[in-house]
């Protein structure tokens, strides 16, 4: 209730953030990082500091690094739900085997990144956190520059032309389209378009291969390159900035 | 007090001396027995005896009482004369004759129904002084008189001689199991020395001097036996332990190589002032190595994953040829753009090639075997995937054209951090832990996999147990 009435008073609502992080080159980059993308975020470096911060300022996301000095990141968690503070909560930590996992969503966590993530990955989490008490984008097409897509029909087409693609390949662009303006990391295709679970698969290489042949048939007969390599981070679906 | 275990030597010597001293116990009451019986049978038949030449001495003297002769005996003294207690009743009950001896008692009071009527009754009888008696009975016609000679020697010498003979075996019993005990547990002792020079070698093997061995003294006793297997798991342990320091230090170096190349990457790129593009490159760079650390770190931990799992824990019941063609599928788009032609044959549709294995850590090992495979292969050549089902195994064939694994290395190609000494191979490895754990993994799941020397190109070999139903009952 408090949320609400709080977004109400400051406009336009930006999505407040809290992050309880007791790296300190951690929460520094993750502070940057999260504001840049249109975020309102404060930082605290324990738990007792981050307990203050949740009272004060009500934020609508909590990323919580587990493994802070005094209390244990899972305590704070238990306080909050039983507080029945209104918060989503998304989770941070090395320790990053199923148990783990299921022992934070137990704990009330509505989502868990191990450590290290991929940065891009951390950011659509928290939109895809955020974005649940938001009404669904319920369009069925995207357009990015003369690139259309039919989520309906599973057809691509580029300048009117269509453009015959595979099943996976499709699957790939949509992934890519929904996420698009944004960089997309080899571990979000990875779980997220072929669904593998461990990391510790040759998929890179097929991620790889599977960007070009989907880049020579979306791109390259055209002069405006849609698909772009970012370097170190992964791929990245938008008109090219002039 | 607090009662402590006591020590095997100590234990084995109690036992033994409680079962022989039950063994003695038993033996003293059979011997204890059979002497008492045969004395009694004795003096039964020196009764009889007696009772036949008394009865020849018994006389009717003139007045018509029933006398004894006394002089057939040369010596007074004779024990028969001094022993023996003797008297007769006729039929109704009328003592005729009492020994001396009797001192006036009754030797077997009333006549009772039947009594030496048929041949000689003996019955122990007790006298008015407290004696104990064994008393034979014999019916005797003299003189036209009818009469029952009752004749007994007093029991009291022969239980006396009984009770000494117990107080006897009672205190050498006891002596003789101390005896025992003593020396049971010396030789115990003696018996259990090279234990003890076992325990305290073996007490003494620490890590750091795992290659140690116990002596064996004698290699077929039990003692030589237990050394020995003692010694194969100090092998053993000293194998892993060695396989654990090489791993760890090639994992450190694994680690490290990523690492240094960050820091001078950045300490390169920190150093001079460059362009932004310039700073972009250093900072992408370092990206890739942090992937290439987190991919070793994964594999570590999958490793480790793999080999802390139970037999049977997290497994499924699958098809192999499923999984396969799963992970075909997923290297397909590979497959099609060096043009490879995937060939798969063999005896595909006799028996069905049901598994059972940690479904997920199976996928990784064929992911890696076949992309080990796939990469290898030059453009536009054949990857032959071979199925040979037998009722016992599944055996997977993955033969390419590629350079193929030098001689000698068809075992190393599963060390972990194993880099190839041939350039064509060492070319575009990974984290050299790919086939480590795709061993490990398919060893877990009760198989095999080995690469088959003397091949064009490399031909590597899964041979996993088929599961049937009639395993699964068991």
């Given at each position: 209730m408090m949320r609400t009435e709080s977004n109400q008073d400051m406009s336009p609502a930006r999505p407040r953030i809290l992050i309880i992080e007791d790296d300190r080159r951690m929460s520094e980059a993750l502070l940057c990082g999260i504001e840049a993308a249109g975020y309102d975020v404060t930082s605290a470096s324990s738990a007792e500091e981050g307990f203050f911060l949740l009272h004060r300022?009500?934020?609508?996301?909590l990323v919580l690094d587990l493994t802070l000095p005094q209390r244990n990141g899972l305590e704070i968690l238990q306080q909050i739900r039983t507080e029945r503070i209104d918060v989503r909560v998304l989770i941070l930590t090395s320790h990053n085997t199923v148990e783990d996992r299921v022992t934070g969503l137990r704990s009330g966590a509505d989502d868990y990144l191990g450590k290290p993530f991929s940065f891009p990955e951390l950011l659509a989490r928290i939109d895809a956190l955020l974005r649940r008490v938001l009404p669904l984008s319920t369009s069925t097409s995207f357009n990015i520059g003369d690139l259309t897509l039919d989520t309906k029909t599973r057809t691509a087409s580029r300048s009117g032309r269509p453009i015959d693609l595979t099943v996976r390949e499709f699957d790939l662009l949509l992934y890519l389209a929904e996420n698009r303006g944004r960089t997309v990391s080899r571990e979000m295709l990875a779980s997220d378009?072929?669904?593998?679970?461990?990391?510790?698969?040759p998929i890179d290489n097929v991620i790889d291969v599977q960007i070009a042949r989907l880049r020579r048939k979306i791109?390259?007969?055209?002069?405006?390159?849609?698909l772009q390599t970012v370097r170190g981070i992964g791929f990245s679906l938008r008109e090219p900035q002039p | 007090m607090i009662a402590r275990p006591l020590s095997l030597r100590t234990r084995l010597t109690l036992w033994y001396v409680a079962v022989l001293g039950v063994l003695l116990l038993l033996y003293a009451a059979l011997v204890f027995g059979f002497q008492y019986a045969v004395l009694t049978r004795q003096m039964f038949h020196d009764e009889v005896q007696d009772v036949v030449t008394a009865e020849g001495l018994l006389y009717f003297d003139s007045q018509g009482v029933l006398q004894l002769?006394?002089?057939?005996?040369?010596?007074?003294?004779s024990h028969l004369l001094v022993d023996r207690l003797m008297e007769a009743l006729d039929l109704s009950g009328h003592i005729l004759y009492e020994s001396p001896?009797?001192?006036?008692?009754?030797?077997?009071g009333r006549l009772q129904h039947g009594?030496?009527?048929?041949?000689f009754n003996e019955r122990i009888v007790r006298l008015r002084d407290g004696t104990y008696v064994l008393i034979v009975s014999h019916i005797h016609t003299l003189d036209g008189v009818t009469m029952v000679i009752r004749l007994g020697y007093s029991l009291g010498p022969l239980r006396e001689r009984m009770l000494q003979f117990l107080i006897l075996l009672l205190v050498t019993v006891p002596a003789a199991l101390l005896v025992a005990g003593v020396a049971g547990q010396l030789i115990a002792r003696r018996g259990l020395r090279p234990l003890e020079k076992m325990a305290s070698r073996a007490e003494g093997i620490t890590a750091s001097n795992l290659h140690d061995r116990l002596q064996i003294?004698?290699?077929?006793?039990e003692l030589g036996q237990m050394a020995r297997v003692f010694n194969h798991l100090l092998e053993r342990l000293d194998q892993a332990f060695r396989q654990m320091k090489r791993f760890t230090a090639d994992a450190a170096h694994e680690l490290r190589a990523p690492l240094a190349s960050i820091r001078t990457t950045s300490e390169v790129a920190l150093g001079k002032s460059g362009s932004e593009s310039q700073y972009k490159e250093a900072l992408a760079n370092i990206l890739e190595e942090t992937g290439r650390l987190n991919e070793t770190i994964d594999g570590l931990l999958l490793l480790a994953r793999a080999e802390a799992s139970q037999p049977g824990q997290d497994q499924s019941v699958f098809s192999a040829t499923e999984l396969v063609n799963e992970v075909l599928s997923v290297l397909s788009v590979l497959i099609e753009e060096k043009q490879i032609s995937v060939l798969q044959d063999g005896d595909?549709?006799?028996?069905?090639?049901t598994i059972r294995a940690d479904r997920p850590l199976l996928r990784i090992a064929f992911m890696n075997v076949l992309h080990n495979a796939v990469k290898f292969s030059p453009r536009r050549s054949t990857l032959r995937i071979v199925w040979a089902c037998g009722k016992e195994e599944v055996r997977i064939t993955v033969g390419d054209q590629?350079?193929?694994?030098?001689?000698?290395e068809e075992e190393k190609v599963?060390?972990?951090f194993f880099t190839s000494s041939s350039p064509a191979t060492a070319q575009?490895?990974?984290?050299?832990l790919g086939l480590s754990i795709a061993k490990l993994v398919v060893n877990r799941a009760g198989g095999r996999i080995w690469f088959e020397p003397g091949q064009s190109g490399a031909s590597c070999i899964l041979a996993i147990p088929t599961f049937t139903e009639r395993l699964a009952s068991q």
């Open positions: 300022s009500h934020p609508d996301l378009v072929w669904r593998e679970s461990s990391r510790f698969t791109d390259d007969p055209y002069p405006l390159k849609l | 002769h006394q002089n057939y005996y040369s010596r007074p003294t001896t009797l001192h006036g008692m009754m030797l077997g009594e030496g009527d048929t041949g003294d004698n290699p077929n006793d595909m549709t006799g028996e069905p090639t590629g350079p193929g694994i030098p001689t000698g599963f060390d972990r575009g490895s990974g984290t050299g």
